[in-house]
């Protein structure tokens, strides 16, 4: 029974000393009340870290051990001794006329927001996989914008990685950027996934240590720009990073700050294969997405500031031979350029006339970017610019081209060669998402060094494989074909009905946010690595552009633009085709992460995880 103010009567203190423990349930909440050195203490029967009943474990000098994993937990506050255990609640008791009575329901220090927020640093900060799912669950139920976990987690592993920006921080990225396209429950996987991957590339790294910006506000834009790119070439790591910070702290555009980072990624062609290009639009691309205290000048200064380390260190494909034999492939660049290849003089005469956005690709355009000249590439490339055409307009072409080699990869090639093309087509990516933050003339050369890397992978497309021609299949039940795509990446190896099932979904007239919705969960519930979440979410970006493109066509009520939009429906399926194909070779995995992620679910929503 009640009493006249919040604590309810739930046992008797003889039975209880006599038994020492005691299982009650008051106002639906299952307790555990313990008789222990003379005091009664009331804690929740769940154990917070795996659900465990805490009745059924020991209490000795004070310290409650749940016998499942061994959690130690004070008594007396539920202050847990191990950080990936979560402290247990405790309720205030009272022992009136030979009964123990307990407050189920006591205020509570801090908002769930406010806890489950101080949960994700520990989380972070101990690389605990189960706290981090807890802790990323717990706070979109709880309405926090996603943003706000995404700028702890950013600011968390640009502090504390001395190596700089890596995959984990890449993951976190790209997760954000499709993070609307998912179903409510893969946004938690999604903010999950990428929160784990950035605590565990920290863990056990030293942390970074900051260099300061120069105290001047007087360096011209232009020479500082020389200066950071001069410092990045000759790896001179602390120097760079005084120039990047210069820039942040005396309020830079972040226009200008895009066009010194992009200047300086591509003064040598495809830094260690495409990575150094793609892990700097993605720290930009993260830093919009994470409001809060990444807004700050300061946090855009370290998030950048991480970039400098993988620019120093990087591998130089100008080095390599396979760039220079059997055909030198750096000495075209260098014709087109002018110069050396951190030159931009022939670059900037051949744009001096200026960029037309109203400028379309030649005819033979693609077949020239999937053929077999790289000499009438670059020439294709250079008589492009000099027409006139916008550095996003020209990646337009050669990241399709980056697509259409990944969807029509040669299954017979070595299961590795799927990350040559792979690597190709996030650069080409990257390239094109660059183009949105500046106009610099730099970022044509990251067009020419992602289209070189299309011809260089013209092998890994011999044969090619095919790709369905728009109205080849009869279409059928788009439901029925999602669930079977999802069944498809179950079978090992099944690559090839994969992006026929996505071919056919088109055909059938399928809604292509339902496609979206159903790649991302068969991502997201699986152990996928870096480079197949990097897939996806270009992807989901190159399909998204080409919608855009497509809307603006039926808004054209004009006999010239019917074979302009069969060229575009043949183009908008190929990303998601290629992304398919690709999931489709690295699935299915063991899908231990998910496992975690429905164990943190479940016990989020007070269910029992473990069973009598």
Known sequence: MATS?????????????????????????????????????????????????????????????????????????????????????????????GTVYVDPNPPREASPEEYWADRLETGLEENLRLVIAKSTIGLLDAGVDYREPVATTLAFGTRYRESGWGSGLTILGCLANVFDSLESEDRKRALYTGVRHVAADVAGEPP????????????????????????????????????????????????????????????????????VLDFANKAFETLEHAKSESETRAHTGT??????????????????????????????????????VTETSGLEALAAGGTDELWTPPAGLQETLLGDDPEELVDALAEAVDAGAPTGALADEVVHAAATRVAQFGTANEFGDWNTVHHTFTYANAVREATRRTDAVELYRGVFDAALNVYLDRFLNTPPAPIPEPGEHDG???????????????????????????????????????????????????????????????????????????????????????????????RRRVPLIATARYMAAHFPTRREADQTFTIA????????????
Request: glycine residues 8%; negative net charge.
């Open 208 to 275: 970074n240590f900051d260099q300061q910006s120069f105290s001047t506000d007087e360096v011209a834009f232009d020479r500082l720009k020389t200066w950071f790119r001069d410092c990045v070439e000759v790896r001179d790591a602390d120097g760079a990073q005084r120039c990047l910070r210069t820039a942040v702290a005396t309020g830079r555009s972040r226009s200008e700050l895009a066009e010194l980072v992009f200047a300086a990624a591509t003064d040598h062609p495809y830094l260690s294969t495409g990575h």
């Open 5 to 97: 103010d919040d604590f309810h009567a739930a046992v008797s203190i003889a039975e209880l000393e006599n038994e020492g423990r005691k299982l009650v349930t008051v106002d639906g909440t299952p307790i555990a009340v313990f008789a222990h050195e003379g005091d009664v203490r009331a804690v929740n029967n769940r154990c917070p870290h795996m659900g465990f009943p805490l009745v059924e474990g020991t209490v000795d000098d004070g310290i409650l051990t749940c016998h499942w994993h061994h959690a130690r937990f004070e008594l007396s506050c539920g202050d847990t001794f191990d950080p990936w255990a979560d402290d247990v609640a405790t309720y205030p008791v009272e022992v009136r006329d």
């Open 476 to 570: 059928g039940d788009t439901e029925a074909i999602l669930a079977d795509l999802l069944e498809t990446f179950d079978v090992k190896g099944a690559v090839n009905e994969a992006g026929r099932l996505v071919s056919a979904y088109f055909d059938g007239g399928g809604d292509p946010a339902a496609l979206k919705r159903t790649l991302g969960r068969g991502l997201l519930r699986e152990d996928a690595g870096f480079h197949t979440v990097q897939n996806l979410e270009a992807a989901f970006r190159q399909f998204d552009r080409l919608e855009e493109r497509r809307r603006a066509l039926e808004e054209r009520a004009n006999e010239s633009a019917v074979e302009d939009e069969l060229d575009l429906e043949r």
């Open 601 to 612: 679910a479940r016990l989020n929503r007070g269910e029992a995880i473990h069973e009598e």
């Open 303 to 340: 998030a950048l500031a991480s970039l400098i380390e993988p620019l120093v260190t990087a591998d130089r494909s100008d080095e390599r031979s396979s760039w220079r034999q059997p055909v030198d492939l750096v000495a075209l660049l260098e014709d087109a350029y002018g110069g050396d």
